[in-house]
């Protein structure tokens, strides 16, 4: 659609992943800018991107 292959790796085994668990794109208008991958660590109470 915007010119780059995109899927939610979460559902891929961990061995396989390109990026990481749940990598997003970010899009500035209709132009792909970035990935980002964040994580949650609960146990700190920290949001890693």
Do not use: L
């Amino acid at each position: 659609m915007f010119g780059f292959d995109y899927g939610i790796e979460c559902f891929v085994p961990e061995a396989k992943r390109k990026y990481g668990y749940f990598c997003v794109p970010v899009m500035m208008g209709k132009s792909f800018m970035a990935r980002m991958d964040c994580k949650s660590h609960r146990d700190e109470s920290r949001f890693e991107i």
